[in-house]
């Protein structure tokens, strides 16, 4: 998003809300595949799926924002991306239940996430965009799974308990 | 790979050291050994003339020091001595030193060359002479029957400016040797639309006053002998002496030792030129036929081979379900081959072990010194494989394990001698496969371990209450307990308090098993068994609710079918009696939260672990599998339990189970259930 005037966004939903992902990171998109569950795993990435013979986590972001669970729809696909997870280069699978298209976001649409007012965690939102009259959220992928992903295991609930 | 040329000396230094080394450490046992003196001579003289070549100064001429010394020893006026050999260890040493961190080696040279000097017999070692060119040494070895001239005449291979090789240096060592005359030829250079800049097309002509400047040219030319052009001819008599240097490089070494023993030996063959050329060939082919590929390559090449074997065992699968006979005849086909593919690709990762255990030969012959214990170190196996990232790993677990056995193990010669034992302690190290692992045992003739100090340490430190009533063998296995030691004393060595708790993780994080036994009186053997690889396993796969676990098959002791009581008898004291002993099990439904129905017949897969077993209750075992290991990412990293996941025949994914972590954990229950009780 630096020196060009807009983002070129792969854009999605997940329950009501539209999500917006940086289209540079988006490897492939899968039809949902078999997924294995992992025991004893966060919520956040519950499992693992084989997407070209690697295995690569399945992360679900309506955990991490909060939102309702929901059973698999024939619109359900899973977004594979490649992120940087706490310093070493990952592939994750993310749940989607509906992806749209590659569509440019105008820069000047984009807005700083506001700090109160937001049902989320402020700090896993980068910014905010608006396209076709309806908002976009353009969410910190980074920090989510470095964050989200730690509460499994042992180190238990307290993370979102301090905030 | 770095471009460095530096860096390639580097490399080539260190495995002419190691060459150095284990001839030195050879010479102590056979000092007798010409082959192994000349063997020495010829790593020293190479180190010396690349060293110089390189710029490394410093180093050519503390070897050439060195060298001097030891042509002494090659030309039978001094004998090899154990001194001889310890000092040159240590000149060996310095070498390293000065190669790789020259600043903080300091000056211990001149004290090594003195002692060396003083060894070889009445301090003859011209410590100061400044070496300028590599060739010196040599030279002096000829004879000095008046002034001869020759004419040499070179062209340098046509890529030698690309790879970096200066004719001016060239020429200033070959000026040096004598009064030289240098003509340029510039009869070969092409018009300028034909000239290449990169290409080397100028040759010189010589014309040098000098007894015999061949040997000189070889060290001279030394990396350039391949695709040169090199004559070297007597100006008084041409005829006779048409002798055209063209020693192909792997040879050279070769002709430094036939110098020893005749010094008036012939540099290389007098024949024609061409023929000469096709030896050249030959040699620098055999020189091509191993290959150096950076680890990263292999292990890239490991995966999609993991990565095939997985879409063919899919293809194997739709086979089966398919009535096609051409589909099942190319599925087969496929199978044999993509099996091959695996062996052969695992097989390139594989190196012999014997590369790590000479490693151990001079760390015995410093012990022995340190320690003043006569110590004979034998060898079995060097040829075992194993795969390369493993045999890495191994090294420091191997060291300890070694040290011990010196250290604690062997008792001082007056020791020895009482319980009438011969006074040399004998330490063995040996590797054999064992089915598809490979076992690697240290042995040593000692004392054997005393059970007594072990109690009372292992009481001291909490580790059991003065009423445990334990076996030998299991009163053994406390050594590798955490904060272990038994040493009365520390000793520079070992006896740290840390050690053979380490030595059995790393074993263990390479899937491997550590087993000890001991003799009072007799000695300490302790056993590695090592799977041969570690990027595919052997699984067996087991189903918990509806998800399907790989358990590596090595930690897989028995099968048992769960009594339909045992789970029902009495909150959390869960005990198998497997033949006698009281195995805890744990259910696997209950560590990972399954949901659902649980199996009328439960199954118990018993694995084992550094000596403890647990039973792992499952609903369904399915049977053997082919594991391509995969790791998990960083957002499963903390789950305890887990070592990794593969891809099943059908696709999907399936997690390995951390036995070495279920063990403890069950184990662990057991500990608290029986505080509570």
């Known amino acids: ?163 | 790979m770095s471009n460095d040329p530096t860096d390639t000396f580097r490399q080539e230094a260190a495995e002419l050291l190691e060459q150095l080394e284990q001839g030195l450490l050879d010479l102590g046992q056979t000092p007798e050994d010409s082959d192994l003196v000349n063997s020495v001579f010829r790593a020293l003289h190479t180190i010396k003339g690349s060293g110089a070549m390189f710029g490394f100064t410093e180093v050519a001429e503390f070897v050439h020091n060195f060298e001097t010394a030891f042509d002494r020893v090659r030309k039978g006026v001094a004998p090899v001595s154990p001194a001889l050999v310890t000092i040159a260890l240590a000149a060996k040493d310095h070498i390293h030193g000065l190669i790789h961190d020259p600043v903080s080696v300091g000056d211990a040279g001149d004290t090594l060359l003195a002692d060396l000097a003083i060894v070889v017999d009445g301090g003859v070692v011209p410590v100061a002479e400044a070496v300028g060119e590599a060739a010196a040494a040599m030279t002096t070895a000829a004879s000095r029957d008046g002034v001869v001239r020759w004419r040499i005449r070179f062209f340098l291979p046509s890529d030698a400016l690309v790879h970096g090789t200066n004719p001016v240096l060239l020429l200033g060592e070959i000026t040096a040797l004598g009064k030289a005359e240098v003509t340029l030829i510039a009869d070969r250079v092409p018009t300028l639309e034909e000239m290449d800049p990169e290409r080397s097309y100028l040759g010189w002509q010589i014309d040098l006053e000098h007894d015999d400047p061949r040997p000189a040219l070889d060290d001279v030319f030394l990396f350039l002998m391949d695709g040169m052009e090199l004559s070297c001819e007597k100006l008084e008599d041409t005829r006779a002496a048409q002798t055209a240097v063209a020693v192909p490089l792997p040879a050279l070494p070769a002709t430094a030792a036939q110098e020893g023993a005749e010094a008036t030996a012939p540099v290389a063959g007098r024949a024609p030129a061409d023929t000469e050329r096709a030896d050249a060939k030959q040699a620098s082919g055999a020189a091509a036929s191993s290959l150096r590929v950076p680890a990263e390559r292999l292990d890239e090449l490991m995966d999609r081979v993991g990565e095939l074997v997985i879409a063919q065992a899919r293809l194997t699968q739709l086979a089966a379900l398919s009535a096609d006979s051409s589909l099942k005849s190319v599925a087969e086909e496929l199978e044999r081959l993509s099996s091959g593919l695996r062996d052969t690709t695992m097989g390139i990762r594989m190196v012999p072990i014997g590369s790590l255990f000479s490693r151990f030969r001079r760390l015995i012959h410093d012990l022995s010194n340190d320690l003043g214990k006569d110590i004979e170190f034998l060898t079995s196996g060097e040829e075992t494989e194993l795969d390369k990232t493993m045999i890495e790993r191994l090294a420091d677990p191997l060291v300890h394990l070694i040290r011990n056995s010196v250290d604690h193990g062997l008792e001082s010669a007056d020791k020895r001698l009482a319980s009438g034992k011969p006074a040399r302690g004998t330490v063995r190290l040996g590797a054999v496969y064992a089915g598809a692992e490979v076992t690697i045992s240290v042995t040593d003739d000692g004392a054997g371990l005393n059970t007594a100090r072990i109690r009372q340490k292992a009481e001291e430190n909490g580790l059991i209450t003065p009423d445990t009533r334990l076996t030998d063998s299991e009163l053994h296995q406390l050594i590798f307990a955490p904060g272990f030691s038994t040493a009365k004393e520390v000793t520079a060595l070992s006896g740290r308090g840390v050690g053979m708790d380490v030595v059995k993780k790393t074993i263990e994080g390479l899937r491997g098993k550590i087993h000890l036994t001991s003799t009072p009186g007799k000695g300490t053997t302790i056993t590695l068994r090592l799977p041969l690889t570690l990027a595919i396993i052997e699984g067996m796969l087991v189903r918990v609710g509806t998800g399907r676990y790989a358990i590596p098959l090595s930690a897989v002791e028995e099968c048992v079918e769960l009594p339909a009581t045992a789970l029902t008898a009495s909150r959390g004291r869960n005990f198998l009696d497997i033949r006698g002993s009281l195995v805890p099990f744990i259910s696997l439904r209950d560590v990972f939260g399954t949901s659902g129905e649980r199996d009328p017949f439960q199954k118990v897969v018993i694995v084992s672990s550094g000596g403890g077993r647990v039973g792992l209750v499952v609903d369904q075992i399915i049977g053997n599998t082919q594991a391509v290991i995969k790791q998990l990412s960083k957002l499963h990293a903390d789950l305890p339990n887990f070592s990794g996941a593969t891809i099943l025949g059908d696709g999907t994914v399936a997690l390995i189970l951390d036995t070495a972590r279920l063990v403890d954990a069950g184990q662990g229950t057991d500990l608290q259930q029986g505080k509570a009780a």
Do not use: C
Request: aromatic share 6%; charged share 25%; proline share 4%.
């Open chain 1, 1 to 163: 998003m630096s020196h060009a005037t807009h983002m070129r966004a792969l854009t999605l939903r997940l329950d009501d809300e539209y999500f917006a992902f940086e289209a540079e990171g988006v490897r492939e998109i899968l039809d949902l595949v078999p997924v294995t569950e992992v025991p004893n795993a966060s919520p956040f990435a519950a499992g693992l799926i084989n997407v070209r013979g690697r295995v690569v986590p399945l992360a679900d972001l309506r955990v991490a924002f909060g939102m309702r669970q929901a059973a698999h729809t024939p619109d359900t696909r899973i977004v594979v991306v490649e992120a940087e997870i706490e310093g070493e280069q990952t592939v994750v699978g993310l749940l989607a239940d509906k992806v749209y298209d590659v569509t440019d976001i105008e820069n000047a649409a984009i807005e700083d996430a506001p700090k109160v007012g937001m049902r989320w965690r402020a700090d896993y939102v980068r910014g905010i965009g608006k396209r076709n009259g309806q908002f976009i959220i353009i969410p910190h992928l980074q920090r989510i799974l470095e964050q989200a992903g730690r509460r499994s295991g042992s180190h238990g609930h307290n993370e979102g308990a301090s905030k």
